[in-house]
């Protein structure tokens, strides 16, 4: 079946400017996770949804990153006012029930963001 | 909170050679492991983890982990490597109180070479 896939798979911005990133998780999985990968590290959490609502969303650097997923299926993540340090590999994850050790994330191909 | 450090940044191996990939975590609590593995334009995919019981875990495409309490570490091993194992690996912890959240290590770029 279907993976859990990102668009765009590219996104290039000017500093200053808002962006969206779409994440479709896997049909039917009901926990949805964003992380962030910066060039030569590993990814980072940010947030975590268990249906519409972020149960964690401890991950999240500050006030500009904002995500939603009104209808507990897709979710997007938002960013105000980015800035280049915002550039990096942003991935979504999605896995089955409620989200624990036990319940393998699927990860997509991730969004590459750019800040100019 | 926990940490995930790498040893090696990057390993090169020749087809049908042994390799091993070293992690080693810091934690106050007890911790679940995981190993991920990243191909060229893919996502990343769980290979193996260890959440209780046997130390010594067996995941896909041949590799195998053991967790060493003692040392906290988590090294992944196959006997022999394909070209199709170039790729990144990943090793991942979380704790047990919010096991969902995994925390990464830099990761270890595989060249195998034939």
């Known amino acids: 079946g279907a993976g859990v896939s990102q668009t765009p798979s590219n996104k290039v911005t000017e500093k200053g400017k808002y962006v969206e990133l779409r994440c479709d998780p896997i049909s039917g999985h009901t926990a949805l996770y964003w992380y962030r990968q910066s060039l030569g590290q590993g990814p980072e959490f940010l947030i975590y949804?268990?249906?519409?609502?972020?149960?964690?969303d401890s991950g999240l650097p500050n006030d500009r990153f904002f995500a939603v997923r009104p209808e507990g299926s897709v979710s997007t993540l938002k960013i105000q006012r980015t800035e280049r340090g915002d550039s990096a590999v942003y991935l979504c994850?999605?896995?089955?029930?409620?989200?624990?050790?036990?319940?393998?994330?699927?990860f997509g191909p991730g969004t590459r963001l750019t800040v100019l | 909170a926990q940490s995930v450090t790498q040893l090696d940044s990057q390993v090169p191996v020749f087809e049908e050679a042994p390799v091993e990939l070293r992690c080693n975590y810091s934690?106050?609590?007890?911790?679940?492991l995981f190993w991920y593995v990243q191909y060229p334009n893919q996502g990343l995919q769980l290979l193996l983890k260890y959440l209780s019981g046997s130390t010594l875990v067996k995941g896909i495409n041949g590799f195998e982990a053991e967790f060493n309490k003692s040392q906290t570490s988590f090294h992944l091993r196959k006997p022999s490597v394909h070209i199709s194992d170039t790729a990144e690996y990943f090793c991942?912890?979380?704790?047990?109180?919010?096991?969902?959240?995994?925390?990464f290590g830099a990761g270890t770029t595989v060249t195998v070479r034939a």
């Open positions: 934690s106050s609590v007890s911790v679940y």
């Open positions: 949804f268990q249906g519409t609502g972020a149960a964690d």
């Open positions: 994850a999605s896995s089955e029930r409620p989200g624990t050790a036990y319940n393998e994330q699927f």
């Open positions: 991942a912890v979380s704790d047990l109180r919010n096991d969902y959240k995994l925390s």
